[in-house]
């Protein structure tokens, strides 16, 4: 299903406008969701809607029984928006490190779908900052309900020192 996804992103969404901030049919949604939960196979091809394409891999990252950067790293990441920005890269480098491999291997594949959304930012007004804040609530939150409201701009910005240290943290 991610797979599906991100390779319908890539063909279809990457200059469509406000993709990752636009919001589908829900009855659409709830189709395909069903259809995924019963195991039947599902092309994003036939709905035609790279929005739909976009709410479902966040709903896919929302659902998962942990956070992909984990309940572990939160009280870490929760941090490093208040590190002086010479110790920031650092201190993302150190977090990712510590990820179970799969996990990080799912943030990257999801990450190299973001930049290539950023590099499309003329057409589908998706800046760095504004994917952030979509994805980084569906890469972490707390297990205290109440503490997701207060680390919420925390979160977003570790999601967008993701993106403005892509190269490093993931291509080396």
Known sequence: MLRECVT?????????????????????????????NKGEPFNMAEYDDPHLAAVLLKMFLREL?????????????????????????????????????????????????????????EKNMMTPSNIAIVLGPNLLWSKNEAANLTSIGKVNTFALLLLQYYDTLFLH
Do not use: W
């Open 8 to 36: 319908y992103i890539e063909r279809n969404g990457l200059n469509v406008l406000g993709i990752f901030r636009k919001t589908p049919a829900t009855t659409s949604v709830m189709q395909i969701k069903k259809s995924i």
């Open 65 to 121: 029984p942990e956070p992909l950067l984990t309940h572990e790293a939160f009280n870490d990441i929760m941090t490093v928006s208040d590190l002086p920005n010479d110790s920031k890269l650092e201190n993302c480098r150190a977090i990712l490190q510590k990820l179970p491999q799969l996990n990080y291997s799912v943030l990257k594949y999801i990450m190299d779908l973001m930049i290539k959304v950023v590099e499309h930012t």
